[in-house]
Protein backbone atom coordinates (compact mmCIF):
# COMPACT_ATOMS: atom_id res chain seq x y z
CA UNK A 1 0.00 0.00 0.00
CA UNK A 2 1.44 3.40 -0.84
CA UNK A 3 1.49 6.41 1.48
CA UNK A 4 -1.60 8.35 -0.22
CA UNK A 5 -3.38 4.96 0.49
CA UNK A 6 -2.13 4.61 4.00
CA UNK A 7 -3.30 8.45 4.55
CA UNK A 8 -6.75 7.73 3.04
CA UNK A 9 -6.84 4.56 5.48
CA UNK A 10 -6.12 6.76 8.55
CA UNK A 11 -8.55 9.36 7.64
CA UNK A 12 -11.17 7.89 5.93
CA UNK A 13 -13.03 4.82 8.27
CA UNK A 14 -16.35 2.57 8.34
CA UNK A 15 -17.94 2.26 10.96
CA UNK A 16 -16.68 -1.33 13.50
CA UNK A 17 -18.78 -3.90 14.77
CA UNK A 18 -17.12 -6.73 17.27
CA UNK A 19 -19.86 -8.40 19.43
CA UNK A 20 -22.65 -6.54 18.70
CA UNK A 21 -20.95 -3.29 20.66
CA UNK A 22 -20.13 -0.21 18.14
CA UNK A 23 -16.36 0.57 18.52
CA UNK A 24 -15.02 3.72 18.15
CA UNK A 25 -12.19 4.92 16.53
CA UNK A 26 -8.94 2.91 17.87
CA UNK A 27 -6.86 5.28 20.10
CA UNK A 28 -3.88 5.85 21.82
CA UNK A 29 -6.61 5.56 25.26
CA UNK A 30 -7.78 1.69 23.67
CA UNK A 31 -3.94 0.85 23.02
CA UNK A 32 -2.65 2.08 26.56
CA UNK A 33 -5.80 0.10 27.74
CA UNK A 34 -5.28 -3.17 25.97
CA UNK A 35 -1.76 -2.84 26.55
CA UNK A 36 -2.15 -3.02 30.45
CA UNK A 37 -4.57 -5.93 30.29
CA UNK A 38 -1.97 -7.73 27.87
CA UNK A 39 -4.62 -8.20 25.34
CA UNK A 40 -3.85 -11.40 22.97
CA UNK A 41 -5.15 -9.05 20.44
CA UNK A 42 -2.63 -6.91 20.27
CA UNK A 43 0.47 -9.75 22.26
CA UNK A 44 -0.14 -12.21 19.45
CA UNK A 45 1.67 -14.79 21.16
CA UNK A 46 -0.77 -15.80 23.85
CA UNK A 47 -3.86 -18.02 23.31
CA UNK A 48 -7.44 -15.87 22.49
CA UNK A 49 -10.16 -16.64 24.40
CA UNK A 50 -13.98 -15.23 23.87
CA UNK A 51 -13.19 -12.83 27.09
CA UNK A 52 -10.11 -11.51 25.53
CA UNK A 53 -12.28 -10.27 22.54
CA UNK A 54 -15.10 -9.20 25.18
CA UNK A 55 -12.55 -6.92 27.33
CA UNK A 56 -11.49 -5.32 23.65
CA UNK A 57 -15.19 -5.13 22.51
CA UNK A 58 -15.82 -2.93 26.16
CA UNK A 59 -12.47 -0.91 26.25
CA UNK A 60 -12.71 -0.09 22.45
CA UNK A 61 -16.25 0.65 22.86
CA UNK A 62 -15.48 3.47 24.93
CA UNK A 63 -14.54 7.21 24.56
CA UNK A 64 -12.87 7.63 28.32
CA UNK A 65 -11.25 5.62 31.20
CA UNK A 66 -13.86 6.61 33.24
CA UNK A 67 -16.33 4.59 30.90
CA UNK A 68 -14.25 1.85 30.41
CA UNK A 69 -14.16 1.21 33.93
CA UNK A 70 -17.91 1.22 34.53
CA UNK A 71 -17.95 -1.36 31.50
CA UNK A 72 -15.36 -3.49 32.81
CA UNK A 73 -16.70 -3.53 36.41
CA UNK A 74 -20.38 -4.31 35.15
CA UNK A 75 -20.80 -6.07 31.86
CA UNK A 76 -24.47 -7.24 30.88
CA UNK A 77 -24.99 -10.36 31.30
CA UNK A 78 -27.31 -11.17 28.67
CA UNK A 79 -24.87 -9.43 26.51
CA UNK A 80 -22.18 -12.24 27.68
CA UNK A 81 -24.40 -14.65 27.26
CA UNK A 82 -25.27 -14.14 24.18
CA UNK A 83 -21.44 -14.26 22.88
CA UNK A 84 -21.17 -17.75 24.16
CA UNK A 85 -23.03 -18.67 20.83
CA UNK A 86 -21.02 -16.16 18.78
CA UNK A 87 -17.90 -17.55 16.31
CA UNK A 88 -14.27 -16.47 18.16
CA UNK A 89 -12.52 -16.28 15.10
CA UNK A 90 -14.79 -14.25 12.83
CA UNK A 91 -15.28 -11.71 16.00
CA UNK A 92 -11.20 -11.64 16.34
CA UNK A 93 -11.08 -11.05 12.42
CA UNK A 94 -14.29 -8.26 13.15
CA UNK A 95 -11.09 -6.59 15.46
CA UNK A 96 -8.39 -7.19 13.57
CA UNK A 97 -9.79 -5.60 10.21
CA UNK A 98 -10.97 -2.54 13.17
CA UNK A 99 -7.47 -2.23 13.91
CA UNK A 100 -6.28 -2.38 10.27
CA UNK A 101 -8.66 0.22 9.80
CA UNK A 102 -7.31 2.55 12.17
CA UNK A 103 -4.03 2.17 12.24
CA UNK A 104 -2.34 2.39 8.32
CA UNK A 105 0.53 4.47 9.66
CA UNK A 106 3.25 6.14 7.40
CA UNK A 107 5.99 4.03 5.88
CA UNK A 108 9.42 6.23 7.13
CA UNK A 109 12.56 5.81 5.06
CA UNK A 110 15.96 4.63 6.80
CA UNK A 111 17.84 7.58 7.89
CA UNK A 112 21.34 7.74 9.36
CA UNK A 113 22.30 4.11 7.73
CA UNK A 114 20.89 3.05 11.05
CA UNK A 115 16.88 1.86 11.23
CA UNK A 116 15.09 3.87 13.89
CA UNK A 117 11.87 2.61 14.85
CA UNK A 118 9.27 2.28 12.89
CA UNK A 119 7.07 4.47 15.43
CA UNK A 120 8.12 6.56 18.01
CA UNK A 121 6.38 5.76 21.29
CA UNK A 122 3.01 6.73 21.48
CA UNK A 123 3.49 8.80 24.53
CA UNK A 124 5.76 11.22 22.27
CA UNK A 125 3.70 11.26 19.83
CA UNK A 126 0.88 12.65 21.54
CA UNK A 127 3.19 15.06 23.67
CA UNK A 128 3.92 16.24 20.00
CA UNK A 129 0.28 16.65 19.05
CA UNK A 130 -0.45 18.63 22.46
CA UNK A 131 2.46 20.77 21.96
CA UNK A 132 1.42 21.69 18.42
CA UNK A 133 -1.99 22.01 18.90
CA UNK A 134 -3.04 23.22 22.67
CA UNK A 135 -5.08 20.73 22.36
CA UNK A 136 -6.08 18.59 25.59
CA UNK A 137 -4.55 15.41 26.26
CA UNK A 138 -8.33 13.90 26.40
CA UNK A 139 -8.77 14.75 22.75
CA UNK A 140 -5.64 13.87 21.79
CA UNK A 141 -6.20 10.44 23.62
CA UNK A 142 -9.30 9.45 21.39
CA UNK A 143 -7.99 10.80 17.56
CA UNK A 144 -7.33 7.44 15.39
CA UNK A 145 -3.96 6.50 15.64
CA UNK A 146 -3.59 6.83 12.00
CA UNK A 147 -4.18 10.72 12.36
CA UNK A 148 -2.38 11.12 14.93
CA UNK A 149 1.15 10.04 13.22
CA UNK A 150 -0.17 11.85 10.07
CA UNK A 151 -0.68 15.26 12.13
CA UNK A 152 2.57 14.53 13.34
CA UNK A 153 4.32 13.69 9.99
CA UNK A 154 2.99 16.75 8.76
CA UNK A 155 3.93 19.23 11.00
CA UNK A 156 7.73 18.00 11.29
CA UNK A 157 7.98 18.81 7.88
CA UNK A 158 6.47 22.16 8.82
CA UNK A 159 9.15 22.99 10.77
CA UNK A 160 11.78 21.65 8.63
CA UNK A 161 10.28 21.22 5.22
CA UNK A 162 11.86 17.82 5.23
CA UNK A 163 10.11 14.15 5.90
CA UNK A 164 11.32 10.78 6.22
CA UNK A 165 7.46 9.77 4.44
CA UNK A 166 8.97 7.26 1.81
CA UNK A 167 7.76 8.62 -1.50
CA UNK A 168 6.28 6.70 -4.32
CA UNK A 169 8.88 7.17 -6.66
CA UNK A 170 11.54 5.68 -3.55
CA UNK A 171 9.17 3.04 -2.95
CA UNK A 172 9.13 2.05 -7.04
CA UNK A 173 13.08 1.83 -6.86
CA UNK A 174 13.42 -0.04 -3.73
CA UNK A 175 10.73 -2.63 -5.13
CA UNK A 176 12.79 -2.60 -8.48
CA UNK A 177 15.82 -3.69 -6.19
CA UNK A 178 14.81 -6.08 -4.52
CA UNK A 179 12.83 -7.51 -7.78
CA UNK A 180 16.99 -7.58 -9.25
CA UNK A 181 17.84 -9.17 -5.75
CA UNK A 182 15.24 -12.25 -6.41
CA UNK A 183 15.73 -12.98 -9.71
Not at 31 to 43: G, K, M, T
Not at 53 to 81: D, G
Request: proline share 4%; with cysteine; aromatic share 10%.
Amino acid sequence: MDNVARYFEALVNVPHRVLGKRLEPFCLLHVLWLEQLRSPLLLTSETLKMADVELAALICSSRTSEEILTKIKEPRRLWRFRNRFRDLTQEARNFLAYQDDYCALPEFAETGGSYHERLPSLLLQAASLIKETGWTDEHVMTLPLGKVIWFNSAFAYLRTGETSVVSDRERAAMEALTALGNS
